[in-house]
């Protein structure tokens, strides 16, 4: 056989095509379609990683590295274009959007990305969101595309949230005195990235340094009493967050006082945020709690929630903020009392929410919000053998705050993308000896 001859008997690397994928890519196609109607523009630019994963439904750009811009979006109303240089393309087309109908335009990697998208752009009106050599930024108008979630979307956002849920849990059932925040959040970071979701924000916040520092991460400063460890975690370039506190031997009464507090804020807030709602609607329900509660000036304290998406935040609570909820749109509510710090991102829905981070194993609290349940997270009481040994009936509230067994892994399917496929007979989905989209696009 000569060598550079190909074994038949060898078993033939395939790809696959993701039907769902496709379809998700055609709906944004004519958003933007409409978009550029509207602008009276001949074509987008992309090149922020949140609009790069929004259209290509979940594709990666970034090298891991968001500030170098590497690969770019050229979108006109009947095409869409891939940018890149030479070393990305195979990965870009293999693994990250094979089979989405992209085109692509390349260069070697040693020529300067810029003059690639100055040879797109020329001869054409364009817009873009990072007004590129002068091109029309149109960054804040995206928004409204990336939102409200198209249906793929919102079937990946329980996934992400329901592994999130299970990482942070699990990692909160392993914490014992002594052990560092940067303990925790390390284990925390390895049960995500093992699932290849990455931690976007990690806070471990031991016995109340929450707060005064609202927006503390951690350090190697040991637990004692109490620790809440929040996280927010990105897949599919689509952002989730959660919070869970857990208390070690007895739960201190000024947590559990500030904790219910927190508790009514947080239920309220998940309850009057339904579609077609404005912000600023929103906000005086819970701005009430705080003040029937003696607390009117605590809400200044910390930020209370935010809107999710492609962005970490798409849009942040405020008193005044008039950006309208719109079914489905996920919603990351995180009030703080003292150094009680609940958190669970919800999915706006008609008429009501969808609690996307709530849990069949962490011990639960049900806050009644105009005759309505809301679920909320209790905290969780771990005893050690010493103390468990010893303990009476005296333990504040302890019917609320029971133990559970937490399993290693969820029993859930894989996150990752299924991309390839042994198919020896069958040369229907991608046999990749097929170079073909590397060739140069039509919109030379």
């Known amino acids: 056989m000569n060598s550079g001859s190909m074994d038949e008997s060898a078993p033939r690397r395939c790809l696959i095509q993701d039907k769902r994928r496709l379809a998700d890519v055609e709906q944004k196609q004519e958003r933007v379609r409409q978009f550029l109607n509207s602008c ?61 109908g992209f085109q692509l335009k390349q260069r070697e990697w040693y020529q300067p990305h810029g003059s690639l998208i100055e040879d797109l752009c020329r001869g054409r009106k364009v817009v873009s969101d990072s007004g590129f050599e002068g091109t029309k930024n149109v960054a804040k108008r995206l928004q409204k595309l990336r939102l409200p979630l198209t249906e793929l979307e919102v079937e990946r956002y329980r996934k992400l949230a329901h592994v999130l849920v299970h990482a942070v849990e699990v990692t909160c059932s392993h914490v014992r005195k002594g052990l560092t925040e940067a303990a925790i959040a390390g284990e925390l970071s390895h049960r995500l990235t093992r699932r290849t979701i990455t931690p976007v924000r990690i806070q471990v916040c031991a016995d109340g340094r929450n707060q005064r520092y609202r927006h503390w991460s951690f350090s190697e400063d040991a637990v004692e009493n109490y620790v809440t460890v929040s996280c927010v975690a990105r897949r599919w370039g689509l952002h989730c967050a959660v919070s869970r506190t857990v208390c070690l031997n007895e739960v201190p009464q000024e947590l559990w006082a500030a904790h219910q507090k927190a508790l009514l804020i947080h239920a309220t807030g998940i309850f ?24 009117p000036s605590e809400w200044q304290l910390s930020d209370q929630a935010d809107v999710m998406g ?3 935040p798409e849009h942040q609570l405020t008193p005044g903020s008039e950006f309208e909820l719109q079914a489905p749109t996920p919603l990351f509510w995180h009030p703080g009392v003292a150094a009680a710090m609940p958190g669970d991102t919800v999915l706006v829905q008609n008429g009501g929410c969808e609690i996307l981070t709530g849990s069949t194993a962490w011990p639960d609290l049900r806050v009644q919000v105009k005759g309505h349940d809301v679920t909320c997270p209790g905290l969780l009481l771990i005893h050690d053998a010493k103390v468990a040994a010893k303990s009476t009936d005296d333990q504040p509230v302890h019917s609320l705050f029971q133990g559970f067994e937490f399993h290693e892994d969820p029993d859930d399917a894989r996150v990752d993308s299924i991309w390839e496929l042994d198919m020896t007979s069958n040369r229907s989905v991608f046999d990749e000896s097929d170079s073909s989209y590397s060739e140069e696009s039509v919109l030379d």
Do not use: H
């Open 310 to 312: 492609y962005r970490l």
């Open 40 to 100: 009276g523009a001949d074509a987008l630019l992309l090149q922020d990683p949140a609009n790069l994963a929004w259209f290509t439904a979940g594709a990666d750009l970034t090298r891991n590295s968001p500030d170098s811009c590497q690969t770019s979006l050229f979108i006109t109303e009947e095409a869409r274009l891939f940018a890149t240089n030479a070393v990305d393309s195979s990965q870009l087309f293999e693994r990250e959007a094979f089979g989405l």
């Open 272 to 295: 009057f945020s339904r579609s077609g709602q404005q912000l600023k609607d929103v906000w005086p329900k819970v701005q009430r709690i705080y003040e029937k509660f003696g607390m």
